[in-house]
């Protein structure tokens, strides 16, 4: 009978106990293979996003100047220009001729820079064309005049850039659009005339208004370059986004975001200063002249992605570095009065985070991808 009367009280509580304990180990188990496979499958993610928009930027710097850049004398000069019809006529954004160009961050909360890239969009290319004689606003046909022969590439509705032989911050560059030969009277055979668009007109660069010309018009020896179809895009961060906004000559485009996950980019002009063909220094100084254009071989970025998984624990204790000076030394702008200046061979430099909006910043991973990339089509024309 006594063999027969089941578990005692203490069996069953010892029974439970012993349950409880397995299962919490057996918890903690799957708890930890939980995170590290959230830490490793986000991690992955950021690799993913971070090596994805650091190779969509490369690739545009790689073309940046393509079909724009074709003679260096003109690196720096003022764009004007008027786009459509009298009723939606719009101006050109303001820019300047150049393959690339670097804006720092606008504060601590937004250190970010913008990347812009100019190129073309034409398959083919034109060489720059020399006018032979004086075109202004005021003369009775829009077309210039050129040596006979010259104009091979250029086509009906191609974009053709203006400029003038002496140009300057008033005598600024004109984008114009090419038109039908309207048969324009020229008695001396040796010549001919590239004709453009004078009046508004729904899908074009006009003439108009006259404001945009230079008050001597376009003198002798002014250079016609063949744009083709212009473009230019805005690479940028916003909060933890990689996004663009292209302009074109129909008008600048909505935002695009390209990646998420991305909170910082960095970037620096690699100058050759001494004329040998090598970059000895590196900095966010924008040219401001035409030599000072020419002297810009590559550019260099960084891009920080951060993991989508937050840990428990602090896993990052101070901001990402990079590797920025090589054998130069770099001076960079974190932001507007917060410049950051890194020793020749220095094996860190300081990257500053938007700590202020990212949110328990240290209970995240975050990867750092650099690269330099040459300006190869600004490299390419380093004669004329």
Same mark, same amino acid.
């Given at each position: $009978?006594?063999?027969?009367?089941? $578990?005692? $009280?203490?069996?069953?509580?010892?029974?439970?106990?012993?349950?409880?304990?397995?299962?919490?180990?057996?918890?903690?188990?799957?708890?930890?293979?939980?995170?590290?496979?959230?830490?490793?499958?986000?991690?992955?993610?950021?690799?993913?996003?971070?090596?994805?928009?650091?190779?969509?930027?490369?690739?545009?710097?790689?073309?940046?100047?393509?079909?724009? %850049?074709?003679?260096?004398?003109?690196?720096?000069?003022?764009?004007?220009?008027?786009?459509?019809? *009298?009723?939606?006529?719009?101006?050109?954004?303001? $820019?300047?001729?150049?393959?690339?160009?670097?804006?720092?961050? !606008?504060?601590?909360?937004?250190?970010?820079?913008t990347i812009r890239v100019l190129t073309s969009t034409k398959a083919s290319f034109s060489a720059p064309v020399k006018t032979t004689?004086?075109?202004?606003?005021?003369?009775?046909?829009? *077309?210039?005049?050129?040596?006979?022969?010259?104009?091979?590439?250029?086509?009906?509705?191609?974009?053709?850039?203006?400029?003038? #032989?002496?140009?300057? !911050?008033?005598?600024?560059?004109?984008?114009?659009?090419?038109?039908?030969?309207?048969?324009?009277?020229?008695?001396?055979?040796?010549?001919?005339?590239?004709?453009?668009?004078?009046?508004?007109? !729904?899908?074009?660069?006009?003439? #108009?208004?006259?404001?945009?010309?230079?008050?001597?018009?376009?003198?002798?020896?002014?250079?016609?370059?063949?744009?083709?179809?212009?473009?230019?895009?805005?690479?940028? %961060?916003?909060?933890?986004?990689?996004?663009?906004?292209?302009?074109?000559?129909?008008?600048?485009?909505?935002?695009?975001?390209?990646?998420?996950?991305?909170?910082?980019?960095?970037?620096?002009?690699?100058?050759?200063?001494?004329?040998?063909?090598?970059?000895?220094?590196?900095?966010?100084?924008?040219?401001?002249?035409?030599?000072?254009?020419?002297?810009?071989? *590559?550019?260099?970025?960084?891009? %920080?992605?951060?993991?989508?998984?937050?840990?428990?624990?602090?896993?990052?204790?101070?901001?990402?570095?990079?590797? #920025?000076?090589?054998?130069? #030394?770099?001076?960079?702008?974190?932001?507007?009065?917060?410049?950051?200046?890194?020793?020749?061979? !220095?094996?860190?430099?300081?990257?500053?985070?938007?700590?202020?909006?990212?949110?328990?910043?240290?209970?995240?991973?975050?990867?750092?991808?650099?690269?330099?990339?040459?300006?190869?089509?600004?490299?390419?024309?380093?004669?004329?």
């Amino acid at each position: $009978m006594q063999r027969q009367r089941g $578990m005692t $009280m203490v069996e069953l509580m010892v029974a439970l106990l012993l349950g409880l304990v397995t299962t919490y180990f057996i918890s903690q188990v799957f708890a930890i293979a939980e995170g590290q496979k959230r830490t490793a499958t986000f991690g992955s993610d950021a690799q993913v996003n971070g090596a994805v928009a650091l190779d969509t930027l490369r690739q545009q710097i790689m073309s940046a100047g393509y079909g724009v %850049v074709s003679a260096p004398s003109v690196l720096g000069c003022p764009i004007t220009g008027h786009y459509g019809t *009298s009723g939606s006529t719009s101006a050109a954004p303001a $820019m300047v001729l150049a393959p690339v160009i670097i804006t720092p961050g !606008a504060s601590a909360s937004a250190p970010s820079d913008t990347i812009r890239v100019l190129t073309s969009t034409k398959a083919s290319f034109s060489a720059p064309v020399k006018t032979t004689a004086t075109h202004t606003s005021t003369d009775a046909y829009p *077309s210039f005049v050129i040596l006979d022969g010259s104009s091979h590439g250029v086509k009906v509705d191609d974009t053709i850039l203006a400029v003038p #032989a002496d140009w300057s !911050a008033t005598n600024k560059c004109l984008l114009l659009t090419v038109t039908e030969d309207t048969s324009v009277p020229d008695t001396t055979l040796s010549r001919t005339r590239i004709p453009h668009v004078a009046a508004p007109s !729904a899908s074009s660069w006009n003439a #108009a208004p006259s404001s945009d010309w230079p008050a001597a018009g376009f003198p002798q020896n002014s250079l016609l370059l063949n744009f083709g179809n212009p473009r230019s895009m805005d690479f940028s %961060v916003s909060g933890d986004t990689f996004q663009v906004v292209t302009w074109t000559q129909q008008g600048i485009g909505g935002v695009e975001s390209l990646n998420s996950g991305i909170v910082l980019l960095k970037a620096l002009y690699g100058r050759d200063t001494d004329g040998n063909g090598t970059v000895d220094v590196y900095d966010t100084t924008t040219p401001t002249d035409n030599a000072g254009w020419r002297n810009v071989l *590559s550019v260099r970025f960084v891009i %920080v992605a951060r993991s989508g998984q937050r840990e428990k624990d602090e896993v990052t204790t101070t901001q990402p570095t990079w590797n #920025a000076a090589g054998s130069a #030394a770099v001076t960079y702008d974190a932001y507007p009065g917060a410049s950051t200046t890194c020793a020749a061979n !220095a094996a860190t430099c300081d990257l500053p985070l938007p700590i202020s909006q990212l949110n328990d910043w240290k209970h995240y991973r975050y990867k750092v991808f650099d690269t330099a990339v040459q300006v190869r089509n600004l490299m390419w024309n380093v004669e004329e």
